[in-house]
């Protein structure tokens, strides 16, 4: 029979065998190498959220180092909000967010030192891994510099898409134009799109339809500032699963969204300005003429003011119950030429110099300031 002694070594040996085993156990470290990382004014934010809910977010200062004391959180979708509590390390711990299909909107408070950080993030349905496999994917085609479209929105690669992002500020539109790897328009059909962004002052879920002759995706959109945050989820037709990017976005690597940060370019003019030294007018003549023009400075084009039988004759074409379309070109260098004409009625063009002509089934010309010859049919 064992002495008391005897078995009070083994149980101590015992207890020191497994003190030292918890000692050397290798506590799980969190790996925020694919993480989307937020570049604040205040500091920064690695995000590793996953699909079944759970969040861990590292909080560095703005010297890149963890802010390990006085830090707190929440993070809410629209349908469950997680509390974010330190583990002593810089990482916010949490559990219990819920995650839709595609894109769903999380809004975060991060509080340090009783500092405030706000911002809202689009989470696809597999979490952040989702926007880390997008962008690894679309690194694989390479887009030319500036990645700016034809119609001046924004490049951006989803799946097997390449997309231009266009929003129309004072229609209130968002436009999708989809595109080949080799940048030739495919048709607007056969995918679902929606796609997140976020200003300084807002954040919208856009969610996108073919318009009705295929050549692009269109939502209505409130936004009338260049966005700091742009995701976007497609869908196409029998996935299973969307295929979701975050522009300008890499793996582990800090991407700005500050108030300092640069913007994501989807602007455009509602009216495109007519390349210089060249007008277009296109006018519609129902016994009287409405023209609208697209004219750079410098130029004015003025039809010459008619007299005597010329003046009979305009009068009786404007009378007469014709209707026509007249186009005119001017040039704006020393002069200006502006060129017309319409059946039944009277075409002028007249130059800054100036010669003038005027045409109908048979015309005779003469010069600005003498007669203007016209033979009637």
């Given at each position: 029979?064992?002495?008391?002694?005897?078995?009070?070594?083994?149980?101590?040996?015992?207890?020191?065998?497994?003190?030292?085993?918890?000692?050397?156990?290798?506590?799980a470290?969190?790996?925020?190498?694919?993480?989307?990382?937020?570049?604040r004014?205040?500091?920064?934010?690695?995000?590793?959220?996953?699909?079944?809910?759970?969040?861990?977010?590292?909080?560095?200062?703005?010297?890149?180092?963890?802010?390990?004391?006085?830090?707190?959180?929440?993070?809410?979708?629209?349908?469950?909000?997680?509390?974010?509590?330190?583990?002593?390390?810089?990482?916010?711990?949490?559990?219990?967010?819920k995650?839709?299909?595609?894109?769903?909107?999380?809004?975060?408070?991060i509080?340090?030192?009783?500092?405030?950080?706000?911002g809202?993030?689009?989470v696809?349905?597999?979490?952040?891994?989702?926007?880390?496999?997008?962008?690894?994917?679309?690194?694989?085609?390479?887009?030319?510099?500036?990645?700016?479209?034809?119609?001046?929105?924004?490049?951006?690669?989803?799946?097997?898409?390449?997309?231009?992002?266009?929003?129309?500020?004072?229609?209130?539109?968002?436009?999708?134009?989809?595109?080949?790897?080799?940048?030739?328009?495919v048709?607007?059909?056969?995918?679902?799109?929606?796609?997140?962004?976020?200003?300084?002052?807002?954040?919208?879920?856009?969610a996108?339809?073919?318009?009705?002759?295929?050549?692009?995706?269109?939502?209505?959109?409130?936004?009338?500032?260049?966005?700091?945050e742009v995701?976007?989820?497609?869908?196409?037709?029998?996935?299973?699963?969307?295929q979701?990017?975050?522009?300008?976005?890499?793996p582990?690597?800090?991407?700005?969204?500050?108030a300092?940060?640069?913007?994501?370019?989807?602007?455009?003019k509602?009216?495109?300005?007519?390349?210089?030294?060249?007008?277009?007018?296109?006018?519609?003549m129902?016994?009287?003429?409405?023209?609208g023009?697209?004219?750079k400075?410098?130029?004015?084009?003025?039809?010459?003011?008619?007299?005597?039988?010329?003046a009979?004759l305009?009068?009786?074409?404007?009378?007469a119950?014709?209707h026509?379309?007249?186009?005119?070109?001017?040039?704006?260098?020393?002069?200006?030429?502006?060129?017309?004409?319409?059946?039944g009625?009277?075409?002028?063009s007249?130059?800054a110099?100036?010669?003038?002509?005027?045409?109908?089934?048979?015309?005779?010309?003469?010069?600005?300031?003498?007669?203007?010859?016209?033979?009637?049919?």
């Amino acid at each position: 029979m064992r002495s008391k002694a005897t078995l009070f070594c083994t149980l101590l040996v015992g207890l020191l065998i497994a003190v030292f085993a918890a000692c050397n156990r290798t506590a799980a470290v969190e790996d925020f190498s694919s993480a989307l990382v937020e570049l604040r004014d205040e500091g920064s934010i690695a995000w590793n959220i996953r699909a079944d809910g759970t969040v861990k977010a590292m909080i560095k200062s703005r010297d890149d180092k963890p802010i390990t004391a006085n830090v707190s959180g929440k993070i809410a979708t629209g349908d469950a909000s997680s509390e974010l509590t330190s583990d002593g390390s810089g990482v916010l711990e949490g559990k219990g967010l819920k995650l839709g299909a595609e894109l769903t909107r999380a809004q975060y408070d991060i509080v340090v030192d009783g500092k405030t950080w706000t911002g809202t993030i689009f989470v696809p349905a597999g979490g952040t891994a989702d926007l880390a496999a997008g962008a690894k994917a679309a690194a694989n085609i390479k887009l030319p510099e500036p990645k700016i479209g034809a119609h001046g929105g924004t490049l951006q690669v989803v799946g097997g898409d390449v997309l231009e992002l266009v929003v129309n500020a004072s229609a209130g539109e968002l436009r999708v134009y989809p595109f080949d790897a080799q940048l030739k328009a495919v048709a607007a059909a056969d995918r679902a799109i929606k796609v997140g962004v976020v200003t300084d002052a807002n954040a919208e879920l856009v969610a996108l339809l073919p318009e009705p002759g295929g050549a692009y995706f269109t939502g209505k959109i409130g936004i009338n500032v260049d966005p700091v945050e742009v995701t976007i989820s497609v869908k196409g037709k029998g996935q299973a699963q969307a295929q979701c990017a975050l522009v300008g976005f890499q793996p582990g690597v800090g991407l700005a969204v500050g108030a300092t940060a640069p913007r994501v370019k989807m602007l455009v003019k509602a009216d495109v300005a007519a390349p210089d030294g060249d007008v277009n007018v296109r006018a519609d003549m129902k016994g009287g003429m409405n023209a609208g023009a697209n004219l750079k400075t410098g130029v004015d084009i003025k039809t010459p003011e008619l007299k005597g039988p010329e003046a009979k004759l305009k009068a009786a074409v404007n009378a007469a119950p014709v209707h026509a379309t007249v186009g005119a070109n001017a040039n704006a260098g020393a002069g200006a030429n502006a060129g017309a004409g319409a059946k039944g009625a009277v075409g002028l063009s007249a130059g800054a110099g100036s010669e003038t002509k005027a045409t109908s089934a048979d015309t005779k010309s003469g010069k600005a300031g003498g007669k203007i010859q016209i033979k009637l049919p």
